[in-house]
C-alpha cells in the first residue's frame, strides 16, 4: 500500500483552515442549539466531500447526533467521534483559535474536534484513492460525550455490533502520541448517613453521630483501593452537620471509583454498596453505580494495534500504546466485545483546561498513518 503522505501535504493548508472554522463554532454540550450548529456543520462536510449518507439522530435536551455512512463494501468500520466540549459560549475571547510557533490553541481544538476532522479527511483522501472499496465506514458524531453519553450511548453500541471493529478518534497520550488500549471505568456513588442529633453540651450521650459515621465510612471506602489492580476510589466530597454544639444527624459523601477490569468492578462495586455500620444508631444508604465499564485490552484490539504501530513505522514514526483513567465512548464498544482501539486522535496537551493545544508538527504523519490504516484495516 503506498503512503498517501504526499496527498496530505498537498492539502494540509485546507485541513487546518477547515479545523480552525471548526473549532470557531462553539458547542458546549448543553446549549442544545450550538451543539446542532456544529454538528450541522460537519454532517455538512462528510456529504460533501466523501458523499456520505446522513442519518440523524435528533434529541429534545442535548445536540442531535448523527450518523455518516461511506461505501458500500460488505465489511463496517465504526469510527467514534464527539463535536460537544466542556467549553462555555464566549470561551473563544479568551481562548482563540490561532495557529502560533508549534501549535494551534482554541477550546475544543484537542477535546475533540481534531479528531472528529482527521476521520472526515481520512475518509476523503481514501475516497480519492479508490482503496478499501471492500469496507463499509461508519463515523458517529457524538454530541453528549462530555456528560456522560446518556442518550447516545444505546446507538454507539448498536452501531459497535454491527460493525468488525471500532476506531475511537479522541486524543492520543503524551507528545510521542500514544494510543489509548485500556480505559479504566468509572463508577460513581452518593453516601447518605442519618444519625441522631443532640445537643453537644447537655445532652452528647443521646446523639448519634453521622459525621462520625462518615469518618470511618471514608476509611473504609479508600480501603477498597488495590493499587496492583488499578483499582481506586476516592471520596471527593463530604458534606454534614449542622452546627458545632449539634451532634450531626445527617452527612453524606460522593464517591468516584476506577477499575481496569470487569472483574474487579463487581468486586468493588459490591464492597462500596454493602456498608459495614461502624456507629450504632447510625444508617448508611449508597445509590449509584459502574457508569462506564472498563475497556480492556483483548487480543483483537492488540492485533489493531500492531497493524497500526507498523504502519507508523513505515510512515517514519513511532506509535507507542498506553492506557488511561479517564472513560471515553470506547468504554462501551469494548464492553460489548467489539475490538476497539482508542486514542487515535491529535497529539498535544490540556484537554479540559486552560492550556488545551495541538501540535502541528504530527499532524501530516498522523492523518497519512490513519488514512492507510483505514485502506489496510
Ligand atoms: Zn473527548
Known amino acids: 500500500m503506498p503512503s498517501f503522505r504526499a496527498s496530505v501535504d498537498r492539502h494540509l493548508e485546507g485541513f487546518l483552515t477547515d479545523l480552525r472554522a471548526f473549532v470557531e463554532v462553539e458547542s458546549p454540550t448543553a446549549d442544545k442549539a450550538a451543539c446542532d450548529r456544529a454538528g450541522r456543520h460537519l454532517a455538512a462536510?462528510?456529504?460533501?466531500?466523501?458523499?456520505?449518507?446522513?442519518?440523524?439522530?435528533?434529541?429534545e435536551r442535548w445536540g442531535d447526533h448523527f450518523e455518516a455512512r461511506i461505501g458500500g463494501g460488505r465489511r463496517r468500520i465504526l469510527l467514534?467521534?464527539?463535536?460537544?466540549?466542556?467549553?462555555?459560549?464566549g470561551t473563544l475571547g479568551r481562548m482563540p483559535c490561532r495557529i502560533a510557533g508549534d501549535r494551534m490553541t482554541g477550546p475544543g481544538c484537542f477535546d475533540m474536534k481534531y479528531g472528529d476532522l482527521q476521520a472526515l479527511w481520512a475518509l476523503r483522501l481514501l475516497g480519492e484513492s479508490g482503496a478499501a472499496r471492500d469496507k463499509a465506514f461508519v463515523f458517529f458524531g457524538n454530541s453528549d460525550e462530555e456528560v456522560g453519553s446518556p442518550t447516545s450511548?444505546?446507538?454507539?453500541?448498536?452501531?459497535?455490533?454491527?460493525?468488525?471493529?471500532?476506531?475511537?478518534?479522541?486524543p492520543s497520550v503524551g507528545v510521542e502520541g500514544a494510543v489509548k488500549l485500556w480505559r479504566k471505568g468509572v463508577g460513581i456513588y452518593h453516601l447518605d448517613i442519618d444519625g441522631v442529633a443532640s445537643h453537644a453540651g447537655a445532652d452528647p450521650e443521646k446523639g448519634?453521630?453521622?459525621?462520625?459515621?462518615?469518618?470511618?465510612?471514608?476509611?473504609?471506602?479508600?480501603?477498597v483501593t488495590d493499587p496492583e489492580q488499578g483499582t481506586t476510589v476516592n471520596v471527593g466530597i463530604v458534606r454534614g452537620g449542622t452546627r458545632q454544639n449539634v451532634v450531626a444527624a445527617h452527612a453524606e459523601a460522593e464517591i468516584d471509583l476506577r477499575v481496569r477490569t470487569a472483574a474487579e468492578g463487581r468486586r468493588a462495586d459490591e464492597r462500596i454498596r454493602n456498608r459495614p455500620t461502624f456507629v450504632r444508631g447510625t444508617s448508611v444508604r449508597v445509590r449509584g453505580g459502574l457508569n462506564r465499564p472498563p475497556m480492556e485490552e483483548t487480543e483483537a484490539s492488540r492485533r489493531l494495534y500492531t497493524l497500526a504501530k507498523r504502519i507508523a513505522a513505515e510512515e517514519g514514526f513511532d506509535l507507542p500504546a498506553s492506557g488511561t483513567g479517564g472513560g471515553s465512548?470506547?468504554?462501551?464498544?469494548?464492553?460489548?466485545?467489539?475490538?476497539?482501539?482508542?486514542g487515535l486522535g491529535a497529539v498535544g496537551n490540556g484537554g479540559h483546561a486552560d492550556h488545551e493545544h495541538i501540535l502541528l508538527a504530527p499532524?501530516?504523519?498522523?492523518?497519512?498513518?490513519?488514512?492507510?490504516?483505514?485502506?489496510?484495516?
Open 45 to 59: 462536510w462528510f456529504r460533501e466531500y466523501v458523499g456520505a449518507e446522513i442519518v440523524q439522530h435528533p434529541q
Open 80 to 89: 467514534l467521534g464527539h463535536f460537544d466540549t466542556v467549553w462555555a459560549i
Open 153 to 170: 450511548r444505546p446507538i454507539i453500541e448498536r452501531l459497535a455490533r454491527e460493525s468488525e471493529c471500532v476506531l475511537v478518534l479522541e
Open 208 to 223: 448519634r453521630s453521622a459525621i462520625l459515621e462518615l469518618a470511618h465510612q471514608v476509611v473504609d471506602l479508600h480501603g
Open 329 to 342: 465512548d470506547g468504554n462501551f464498544t469494548a464492553a460489548v466485545g467489539v475490538p476497539t482501539l482508542d
Open 363 to 377: 499532524i501530516a504523519p498522523r492523518l497519512a498513518w490513519f488514512t492507510r490504516l483505514l485502506a489496510e484495516l
